[in-house]
């Protein structure tokens, strides 16, 4: 039987184990696609996606399974939410295909994005080995005051700013130069959809 030995020590068989990151010895590839419940690794977990512009997967929710981007995190948690949470920019519905022989206003249509803005638990995220690069311009947009606001306008104007921005970094990437960008990498895969 294929056993893995995790992070805190433990000894888990290949059908057992779920942490794609926290294998310390591996004997053989194997493909691991899940977050292992144990504390201490998803306390490696927590570190790893601390990171602002970290791409991520979420886990739970009505956006599961949907990737975003970390734009701000609370380790220690606040008054609120009493636990160590995230702040994230996701794509709610993704770009589609575009090919030569449709006409512009098509293809201004089959590019649109769905965004949407959360707090998320550390526990219910996947980080992924990508980052995005327009991180620092969404934090400038993403406010938490808008978030917790009553009124719906401020939330509302907030989200088409985060559209704009993530639609003109997906045009950017159709850009000849854009494919061998270092940058572009984690672009590409945070705006293609994930199968499952």
């Known amino acids: 039987m294929l056993s893995i030995v995790l992070a805190c020590g433990r000894q888990r068989c290949y059908a057992d184990f779920r942490c ?8 053989r590839t194997v493909n691991l696609n899940a977050l292992c419940h144990c ?26 399974g949907r990737k975003a981007v970390v734009v701000k995190t609370y380790d220690e948690g606040n008054k609120d939410r009493k636990f160590g949470h995230a702040l994230v920019v996701g794509i709610d519905r993704a770009p589609r295909k575009v090919t030569k022989a449709m006409g512009e206003k098509k293809k201004e249509k ?11 638990n550390f526990n219910h995220i996947m980080p992924t080995r990508y980052s995005l690069d327009v991180a620092e311009s969404l934090s400038k ?15 509302k104007t907030m989200l088409q700013e985060v559209k704009k921005t993530l639609q003109k970094r997906y045009k950017d990437l159709a850009e000849p130069k854009a494919a061998s960008d270092k940058g572009s990498v984690g672009a590409l895969y945070f705006f293609r959809k994930l199968k499952f």
């Open 20 to 27: 794609p990151h926290h294998a310390v010895r591996v004997h």
């Open 39 to 64: 504390s201490l690794c998803r306390r490696i977990c927590l570190v790893s996606c601390s990171k602002s512009g970290k791409v991520i997967i979420l886990l739970q929710g009505r956006f599961a």
């Open 110 to 120: 089959r590019m649109r994005v769905k965004p949407f803005v959360k707090f998320v």
């Open 141 to 155: 947009v993403v406010v938490d005051e808008a978030l917790a606001s009553e009124e719906g306008d401020a939330k």
